[in-house]
């Protein structure tokens, strides 16, 4: 942990930046809320967190598989990118097989070569047809040549060599459409945290305000507490109690004096507190007997 300090003009430090460090952020305590450093108390103003991250560099290796036509057959692509990164072909990992099939239909010529051995060339004498794999051929040329002859020259046996043919349907089935299955392999960067750094900034109390915050908490704390010390002999009783026993009595003393007075006064003045008859006046208003 590591502190950086920030002074006013006083030359008093304002600030205090306590740094700590750890791999995660579980590994970070929590900051205190006050610090005290060479006697002045400092308060938590609050905490910045920085991510360190590191680098790490992974081979990483996909399986494709590419679909070719007759137009783009062959072209496999040397590199491809999936989820932003780019893959280079492995090209000894290259298969290709047929995925798919057509049937064709086309005009073909269906022909054959025969042979014949004749003692003329009279062509009347060659076949005008054949039929092979259940199709009929038609005699379209012949070819001869002497294969025997006179001293003279005059032929004695021919080689009649005859071209049959016929224009017939064919069908066929041809590969369309071809899968390429091929590894791309490349190097993926992922970024691992390393360090997290908590930066705390703990503010200087001005000292008035401690001094005012001392004198509450020292309010707050303080029970007074009245304690008597027993006499020899004596009950010890709560103030509370022995005030409302105190008050008690004395009224109870003042009420007996009233009634005491109020019984000897009206010994002597028998007339007080009653009113005499008019009749007993003769007639006169008067009032109370003193």
Request: overall charge negative.
């Amino acid at each position: 942990m590591s502190d950086f300090r920030e002074k006013d003009n006083t030359g008093e430090e304002e600030y205090i930046v306590q740094e700590r460090k750890g791999n995660s952020y579980d590994s970070l305590s929590e900051p205190p809320n006050e610090i005290v450093s060479e006697g002045t108390v400092y308060q938590l103003v609050g905490t910045d967190y920085e991510e360190v991250y590191r680098e790490e560099e992974h081979q990483k290796t996909i399986q494709e598989e590419i679909y070719l036509s007759s137009e783009n057959f062959g072209q496999i692509p040397e590199v491809i990118t999936r989820d932003g990164m780019e893959y280079a072909l492995d090209e000894e990992s290259v298969e290709i097989q047929v995925s798919r099939m057509e049937m064709r239909k086309d005009l073909d010529v269906m022909e054959e070569y025969v042979t014949y051995i004749l003692e003329d060339n009279d062509i009347d004498r060659l076949q005008k047809e054949i039929v092979r794999e259940g199709r009929p051929l038609e005699l379209i040329e012949v070819e001869y040549s002497v294969t025997k002859a006179t001293e003279s020259g005059i032929p004695l046996e021919y080689a009649a060599r005859c071209h049959y043919a016929a224009n017939v349907d064919r069908e066929y089935e041809v590969p369309v459409e071809w899968k390429a299955a091929a590894v791309y392999s490349g190097t993926e960067q992922e970024s691992i945290l390393e360090e997290v750094i908590a930066r705390s900034t703990y503010e200087r109390i001005p000292e008035t305000e401690m001094i005012a915050e001392t004198e509450e908490a020292s309010q707050e704390n303080t029970v007074i507490e009245d304690m008597e010390v027993p006499m020899a002999g004596t009950i010890e009783r709560p103030a509370a109690v022995i005030e409302d026993i105190v008050t008690g009595g004395a009224g109870i003393l003042l009420m007996g004096a009233f009634l005491t007075f109020l019984l000897i006064y009206r010994k002597r003045h028998p007339g007080f507190i009653h009113r005499v008859p008019e009749e007993e006046k003769g007639g006169k208003q008067e009032g109370y007997h003193a």
